[in-house]
Structure formats: structure tokens, C-alpha cells
């Protein structure tokens, strides 16, 4: 099994820089300022059909091409380590175990666009990842892997970390611009996208931690080489979150395109003596899906089909004696208490919705609780400005649709049918 | 210039027109909340969802571009359910508290929800609390659980007062707008957030529970508190006096004119209603020593023109003073009758106020509305003129003088004004409300007040408007024109005016600065403002 970013997880010490370049650190960077121009990275990551691993799925290389590169203002590079879908815990992997990986994508990303200001967007819980990278930046401006004049190559880049304040929210793009330009973390109104508009009005590029942590591998090998290591128009590995009741919980960096179903056994499979229930394939706003639809490829384009989507790849795997009622109940209400309050779809409904749910899961739902809700549900997405209604409706109608009969079980009973499987198990 | 069709109908507009701009034009109003043409937009309420061929998903007009072939319906199936959604969403934590509620009968919920909602209440679980009737400011009630987080005065206090008083904090059904620490609303321009709030949250100390709105008449005029000339609704209550504590003007609302106050006015023109209803003079009367005696209209004028006659031939000893308070109408007839028919040459022009603030907004320093028309006609209030004036009164020399309502005692008070009033043996007040000078007076003629009367200001750039009555003059008050029409008949002058409408169109004719009356707006840019008003 290929292991690309994750071969750094078993290496002792490899935030360190002299641990990095042990392991072939920089050597990317370092090629690139002999032999390529900036258009000649954006063409091999265009062939390596790279997309936006935080969740949009977005191609790498045509988001460069939207940037306007003549507008007399500075391009900026935001990077969006801002973790939040639930489920996922990738790019905190990747900070703590090989911050220098990330420093390098980046320097790669800015060197093709030609941008000379960074700022990454950290979770604020992230103490120790913040540590590290502060610490990674320090020794690479040390030795001239940041800064100015960059490896004798006349490129200049500085890099700068911004916490968060713990919103959600604020791992949405245009969000996480807003909050780091110092204000509340209420997505934008698009169009203008950041591309043209986006960090203090500048051409931004933002990418996830893990998409530019992918850069150094598609400059030292190619770009064809990593486009064949996942499925067609969704290139090479990504890291899958792999949570919940199976017997192995982690990090698994896989080809996009992996079947869930082998995914699943690579993570020891549902712990023993269960049953699976349902799988959550792309952090919680994508549809949930049941045990009959695990043999789904994991890539963007194949979850699409069935009405899921690939996300930020956070699986969390459930197994009969998983309530889906409050799971949902769970699910909606996070996306309620994180709703950013602009679009009154959102806001309202995300509310209205968990509230329906807590009266269920408290014994007291009403026959008429489920058709309402799939209504409300579906007049919630789809109408606002950002996509955290969409990831709401998402969970609220698949949970709803698939594992109907739980809910009206729920609501005729008025208690769980699991509830003494549950006791049981514990 | 895109062409692209909405509802079946072909428009060309400009580029950069939104949607919701280019069905305004062909009169189609698409609902919405968050959106108000002098704000930036916030795309937030999510009513003004349309549908656009082409577009998987519905488009919110207010921030969609124009743009060729586009194809828009704004009455589709899929969005008049939407719309009905978005209106449920926005009750789902509203407290639904209209009987209580100040906007009842000009709120937004209410008329939305006849007009795209009709919808049977599915909602059963227990709302959001939030903080009720707080004071945020002295001229502003806010109410957060009415509140729809629209941002309309977010926006109206970042973008046009550049206060930032505003902000939401919280998140999801747990928004809630509110002040930042430390301040509080109190900015020239407060009052129009209650303007813009389309709903309950916002409410105005000033006008809370004073009347109903639909009990409330409303007359366009022209704000008389600077030379700006704002343009006001006056919303009069007279039918029901039980209301209101007796007060006919319940309140004053910006009317658009995009030349002069867009959507806007001041809170200074918005509370200056009170001196309508309050210290009024309601009969003429005369005073020779102890208290006055309520005459009649006959015998004042009678009495006035016998003062006159007194004077007149030895001009110098009687003195007018012209207030750039009056209408240009009042002004143009008053020098007729003092200085072309009685020949007097003592005119001046004084105004009843100090000069004021002034912004680089709407506020003018000249509180008066009406400088400009009376300088056009003559009438300047000069430092020297003034001093002349002064020296004339103290010296003795003068005999009479007839004042339009300025209080002189108040105004000079450095010197011994009423010392020097006393001397005089003729002295007449014409004017609408009482104060110290009024009260030594000979002759005290109660004038009507601007929203008793029509007539026209020109405002401080030369731009004439109309202003119309609201009410009928308190009391036994008579319009300044009317008034100065009896003199000059007493006098028995050839006299071919009866109201404003025969001198204004002379007027019109003679002064060329006072042709072009600049025309109404058409009515304010708000969906419920015409159903409402009139």
C-alpha cells in the first residue's frame, strides 16, 4: 500500500526539519526553482487531477487559472486549516506529523501563483498543530525555505498563522476570509468569488491543508502518476477520518475511488459481534448511507451519484445499536448551534428541526413529525448563501428517507427500539 | 445594455441592474425584507428568491445581475412555495405578539403572510426567548424576538451614519442585534432605523402607543426644521382624539426625494413636530397694561391698520420684521403690501433661531427653511442690518415694529431687549406660538402653523417645494398669507389675492427662481408604502 503523506505519521520526530529533509524534505521545492516555471506547475497539477480535499472537491488547477494575475494588487493564499466537519481529523494529523509537508505545498501553490503572503487559518483548538507550525515556520525561515529570496531563487513568501475562535462556520471559505479579517464569520454573498474578491478585497487562493500537502509528491514524481493513483477525474490518494464502531478507528490514506466496503475492512471492519447500520461517508453534512451501499467508490464523482457526496472524507461507521433518531437528533442539532444566523432558511430551520427531533427523542413525537420535517428539510437547502444548510438537509432527509421506520417506531413507542440492545452492549 | 425577459415581459436595463431592480421597473415588486435600494445588499432574508432558466437553483433578485437572454419568473410554482417556506421560517421564534405590537398594521410579516403566506401553523415547539423593550438608545425600542436579522440598521448605521452602533451577536436562532459595549443609538439619524425595520423589532419611543397606524392620516410636506427641506410625510391623527394625548401630529416619516434626503431625515426634523400642537397661540388678542384680552379677528385687523396709519407716512419710525420661516407665498405678498403698497423702507429679516449643527449629511447650520426664497426676494439677514435694527430699537427713535414670531427677548439677551420693547407704542406679534416677546406684544395675530397651511420653500440650494396642509389651523389661527390679505384689504388697497394658489401663480410669473417646483418622488421605493398611505 502507497502511503504518501501518511508515511510521516510513523516517523518519529518528522515535524522536525532535519527529520523532513532526511526524508526527501524540500527536494520538491528545491526542483521546482531549477526547472519549472510557475505555468509549468500549474500544467502538471492540472494533469494530476488533484481536487479540493477539505470538502468542495473543487479542481486545484483550474482554481489557479480563475486568479487574475494583472490587477495590481497582491494575490494572497489563504489555507484553511480551520477542521470542523465532524468526523474528521485529517489535516490535524497532518500539521502535528509533518507541518513542513504542508510549508512546502505551499511554497509550491505560491511560486505557480505568484503569491508572496500566507495565512493559514488554524482551528483554535489545535494547540499543539499551532505550536508546531509556528515552530516549523521559524526553522524554515531559518535555513531559507521561507522568507525572502527563497533557496537563491529571487522568491520571496511569508507565512503567517491565524487562530480561530471555534465557529463551524468559519471553515467555510468566505467565512473564514470575513473572521480573518477581523470580522464575524458570516459567509459572503457570491458572486465575487475569492478567486477575483477575497482576502481584503485581493485575489485569494484557498486550499485545504491536505490538497497542498499533496503538492511536493505530484512535483517529484507527476502529475500522470498521481491522477492514476485514485480513479478518472478524481487524482491520487486522500487521507479518510475513520470513525465510530469499527475496530481499528483512524487515519487511512487510500486511492479516491477505494469501495467503502474495503475501506471499511481496512479499518478492522465493524467491531465484533455487530452489526453495520450506516455509514456516514464525508463528515456529517453528507447523506448517510446504509449497510446495502457500501460498495460505493469512495471519490467525489461516484458519491454524487448516489446522493451523497465524498466531503472531507470523515467516515463514521455505525453499527446496530445505533439509534438514528438521535443520531440525527445529535447531527442537526450541531448544525443548528453552528448555523452563522444570516439566512432565515438556515437559521430558523436548523433550530425548528432539532427541536422537533429532541420532542422525538424525549418520547413525545407526533405522527405528523416526519412528513414535516422532510418538508421543512427540503425547503432548507439550496436557498441560503453558503452550504451549511445544504449539509443540514443533506443528514435530516437521507437519515429520514433511509431509516424511516425507526422514526415512526420511535414516535408510535414513544422510546428506542434499541434501547435494551443498548444496555446490553454496555 | 442587457435585454432579458421576466414574467414573460422584455426589458432592457443598464449593466449592473439586479433583478429585482429591473421588475421594479416593469412594476412587478418581488418580495423581500433585507434588501432596501440605499443599502448595500445582505442577500440574507432570502425572500426575493426567483427562479432563473438555467439556474438549478432559485437566485435572490436583490443581488443577481442582469444579464442577456436571461429568462427570470418570479411566479413560478417552486418559488411561491419557497417564499411561503422563508416566511414560515421567519415566525418560527416570532413571538406573534401584533396586538401589542407598535408596526401592527404596517409590518411586514403581516402583509407578507396575506400576500405569500396563508399557511396553516404546523409550529409546536416552544421559541427562542430574547430580551423585549430595551431601550437602546433615547428614540429607539428594541424588541429582539420580533427581530428578523434583516440588517437593514446594521447596514443604515455602518454605511450611511458611519456610526457602527450595530452589530449581530450570536449564532443561528440565537442572533440577536445589538449594540456593541459602551455605546448606545444616539446618532443625528437614529430614527430611520425604525424606518427601515420592516417589522416590530425596532420601534419608536417618541410614537409607542400613541395610535394605531391605520387611524393615521398622512399628508406630504416639507420638513421646516433646516434649509435643507427634507422631504416628510406628516402622519396626523384628528378623528380620534382620545389618542395621541390630544395631539394632532403623531409623527413625522421620510418621503424619497432622491435630490434631497433620499430615504432619510434627521431626528431634529423628525421630534421638531411638537411646537404644532404645544404653546400655541389660539386667538388674537390685545394688551395694553395686565393680562391680554381675546379680541376678534375684526378688531385686530382694525386695530393693526389703525397702528399702520399711525406710522406709516413717517416710515421711519415703524420697522417689519420678515422671518425666513415663511413661505415663499407669505414673504412675496408681505413685501407687496409693506413695501410696495405702505412704502415702508425698514424690512428686515430675522430669524426666530440661532444657527444650529450642520453635517456633511442632511443638517443644515440655517435652521429655517426658507432663507433662500426670502433672499431671492430681498430679504437678507445681514450683521449690519441687524445691528442698524438693533441701535434703531434701543434708541428710542422707533415707535412700532411688527414682528413674525421672533422671540427678541430670547435672542438678544445681551441686551435689555425688554427694557427697549417697552418703550415702543406699537408693537405686533404675528405668529404661531408664544414665548417671552410674543407676551409683551400690543397686538398678537396667532399665524397657522406650516403643516396648517400650503405653500413653498426654497431649500438652501434654490430647489422649490411644495408643501401641503395637513391639518386645519389651530385655534382660531389664519395663514400668514390670509392674515396679510385682511390688512391689505382693511387699507383698502386694489387687492386681487383670497389665498396662496392666486399669489403663488403670480408669484410663479414675476419671480423666475420660484418656477421650477421641484417634483414629488414617486412614493417611497417600499412595497407597502402605497396601500398604506393616502
Given amino acids: ?426 | 445594455m442587457p435585454t432579458l425577459k421576466i414574467d414573460n415581459q422584455d426589458i432592457t436595463v443598464e449593466k449592473g441592474t439586479t433583478v429585482i431592480q429591473a421588475a421594479e421597473k416593469l412594476g412587478f415588486v418581488i418580495p423581500r425584507y433585507c434588501y432596501h435600494p440605499g443599502l448595500s445588499i445582505a442577500g440574507n432574508c432570502r425572500m426575493c428568491l426567483v427562479e432563473v432558466e438555467k439556474m438549478p437553483k432559485l437566485q435572490i433578485s436583490c443581488h443577481i445581475q442582469c444579464a442577456d437572454g436571461m429568462v427570470v419568473n418570479t411566479e413560478t410554482e417552486r418559488v411561491k412555495k419557497t417564499r411561503q417556506h422563508v416566511l414560515e421560517f421567519l415566525l418560527v421564534n416570532h413571538p406573534l405578539d401584533c396586538p401589542v405590537c407598535d408596526q401592527s398594521g404596517e409590518c411586514w410579516l403581516q402583509d407578507y403572510y396575506m400576500e405569500h403566506g396563508l399557511y396553516e401553523s404546523r409550529l409546536d415547539e416552544p421559541k427562542v426567548k430574547k430580551q423585549k423593550a430595551v431601550p437602546i438608545g433615547p428614540t429607539v425600542m428594541l424588541d429582539s424576538e420580533r427581530c428578523i436579522l434583516c440588517s437593514r440598521c446594521v447596514r443604515f448605521c455602518d454605511e450611511i451614519t458611519k456610526t457602527n452602533e450595530f452589530g449581530i451577536f450570536n449564532r443561528g436562532d440565537h442572533s440577536e442585534i445589538g449594540l456593541y459595549p459602551g455605546k448606545e443609538l444616539n446618532n443625528k439619524y437614529s430614527g430611520n432605523v425604525v424606518d427601515i425595520c420592516p417589522v416590530g423589532a425596532l420601534t419608536d419611543i417618541d410614537f409607542r402607543f400613541k395610535c394605531r397606524v391605520w387611524y393615521l392620516r398622512k399628508v406630504d410636506s416639507v420638513c421646516n426644521g433646516c434649509s435643507r427641506g427634507c422631504n416628510i410625510t406628516l402622519e396626523v391623527n384628528t378623528e380620534r382624539p382620545q389618542h395621541g394625548h390630544g395631539e394632532r401630529v403623531m409623527r413625522i416619516k421620510p418621503r424619497y426625494q432622491p435630490e434631497i434626503n433620499q430615504w432619510w431625515i434627521c431626528d431634529e426634523g423628525r421630534y421638531g413636530y411638537k411646537p404644532i400642537d404645544h404653546g400655541r397661540i389660539l386667538e388674537p388678542a390685545r394688551r395694553s397694561s395686565g393680562p391680554p384680552e381675546i379680541i376678534s379677528w375684526e378688531d385686530a385687523i382694525t386695530e393693526t391698520v389703525s397702528g399702520f396709519q399711525r406710522f406709516s407716512k413717517r416710515s421711519k419710525e415703524i420697522a417689519i420684521l420678515l422671518s425666513p420661516q415663511l413661505s415663499n407665498e407669505s414673504l412675496y405678498l408681505a413685501k407687496k403690501l409693506f413695501s410696495e403698497k405702505l412704502g415702508l423702507d425698514q424690512i428686515y429679516l430675522l430669524s426666530p433661531s440661532l444657527e444650529g449643527s450642520q453635517d456633511d449629511f442632511l443638517i443644515q447650520a440655517d435652521k429655517n427653511p426658507n432663507r433662500k426664497g426670502a433672499e431671492i426676494l430681498g430679504f437678507s439677514e445681514k450683521e449690519s442690518r441687524i445691528q442698524e435694527l438693533m441701535d434703531l430699537v434701543s434708541s428710542g427713535k422707533l415707535k412700532g415694529l411688527y414682528l413674525f414670531g421672533q422671540d427678541l427677548v430670547s435672542i438678544f439677551t445681551h441686551r435689555n431687549m425688554s427694557e427697549a420693547l417697552r418703550k415702543l407704542e406699537f408693537l405686533v406679534f404675528q405668529g404661531t406660538n408664544s414665548n417671552l416677546t410674543s407676551k409683551m406684544c400690543h397686538l398678537i395675530l396667532p399665524s397657522a402653523s406650516y403643516a396648517e397651511t400650503e405653500g413653498t420653500f426654497t431649500n438652501f440650494e434654490g430647489k422649490v417645494q411644495k408643501f401641503s396642509q395637513a391639518l386645519l389651523p389651530i385655534g382660531d389661527s389664519r395663514a400668514d398669507v390670509e392674515i396679510i390679505c385682511q390688512l391689505a384689504r382693511k387699507l383698502d388697497f386694489d387687492w386681487p389675492y383670497f389665498n396662496t394658489e392666486d399669489v403663488a401663480s403670480e408669484m410663479q410669473k414675476k419671480v423666475p427662481a420660484f418656477q421650477n417646483i421641484l417634483a414629488s418622488a414617486p412614493a417611497f421605493q417600499e412595497p407597502f408604502e402605497e396601500k398604506v398611505s393616502k
Fill in chain 1, 1 to 426: 500500500m502507497e502511503k504518501l503523506i501518511s508515511q510521516f505519521f510513523d516517523i518519529p520526530d518528522a515535524h522536525l526539519l532535519p527529520v523532513y529533509l532526511e526524508h526527501g524534505g524540500y527536494e520538491a521545492a528545491k526542483f521546482m526553482f531549477q526547472n519549472l516555471k510557475p505555468q509549468d506547475v500549474e500544467l502538471e497539477v492540472k494533469k494530476s487531477s488533484l481536487r479540493g480535499l477539505g470538502g468542495a472537491g473543487f479542481g486545484s488547477g483550474m482554481k489557479w487559472s480563475f486568479v487574475p494575475r494583472n490587477t495590481g494588487k497582491p494575490i494572497y493564499l489563504t489555507v484553511n486549516a480551520d477542521e470542523g466537519e465532524p468526523g474528521t481529523f485529517k489535516d490535524r494529523f497532518v500539521i502535528t506529523h509533518a507541518p513542513h509537508l504542508l510549508l512546502e505545498g505551499i511554497l509550491i501553490c505560491a511560486y505557480a501563483v505568484g503569491i508572496h503572503k500566507v495565512y493559514i487559518y488554524i482551528r483554535g483548538e489545535y494547540e499543539i498543530q499551532f505550536e508546531r507550525l509556528n515552530q516549523a515556520i521559524q526553522e524554515a525561515i531559518e535555513k531559507n525555505y521561507l522568507g525572502k529570496n527563497i533557496l537563491a531563487s529571487g522568491f520571496d513568501l511569508e507565512v503567517i498563522v491565524h487562530k480561530g475562535a471555534g465557529a463551524y462556520i468559519c471553515g467555510e471559505e468566505t467565512a473564514l476570509l470575513e473572521s480573518l479579517e477581523g470580522k464575524k464569520g458570516f459567509p459572503r454573498l457570491k458572486p465575487p468569488f475569492p478567486a477575483a474578491v477575497g482576502l481584503f478585497g485581493c485575489p485569494t487562493v484557498i486550499h485545504n491543508v491536505e490538497t497542498l500537502s499533496y503538492l511536493p509528491f505530484i512535483l517529484k514524481r507527476s502529475g500522470e502518476w498521481f491522477a492514476k493513483l485514485g480513479s478518472p477525474n478524481n487524482g491520487g490518494l486522500r487521507l479518510f477520518s475513520v470513525s465510530g464502531h469499527v475496530a481499528n478507528p483512524g487515519i487511512y490514506e487510500r486511492p479516491l475511488g477505494i469501495p467503502l466496503k474495503q475501506l471499511i475492512e481496512d479499518a478492522g471492519g465493524v467491531r465484533s459481534g455487530r452489526r453495520l447500520k450506516a455509514v456516514v461517508p464525508g463528515g456529517l453534512s453528507a447523506s448517510v448511507l446504509t449497510a446495502s451501499e457500501i460498495d460505493v467508490k469512495m471519490d467525489f464523482d461516484s458519491l454524487r451519484a448516489i446522493g451523497s457526496m465524498g466531503g472531507s472524507a470523515g467516515v463514521i461507521i455505525m453499527d446496530d445499536t445505533a439509534c438514528m433518531v438521535k443520531a440525527l437528533y445529535v447531527t442537526m442539532r450541531f448544525f443548528g448551534h453552528e448555523s452563522c444566523g444570516q439566512c432565515s432558511p438556515c437559521r430558523e430551520g436548523t433550530g425548528w428541526v432539532s427541536r422537533i427531533l429532541k420532542r422525538m427523542v424525549d418520547g413525545h413525537g407526533r405522527p405528523s413529525d416526519i412528513d414535516n420535517l422532510l418538508d421543512i428539510g427540503s425547503f432548507m437547502g439550496g436557498t441560503t448563501i453558503c452550504a451549511l444548510a445544504d449539509g443540514a438537509q443533506m443528514p435530516l432527509l437521507s437519515y429520514l428517507k433511509k431509516f424511516r421506520s425507526e422514526f415512526e417506531y420511535h414516535i408510535k413507542e414513544k422510546k428506542c427500539d434499541l434501547e435494551i440492545q443498548m444496555t446490553e452492549v454496555r
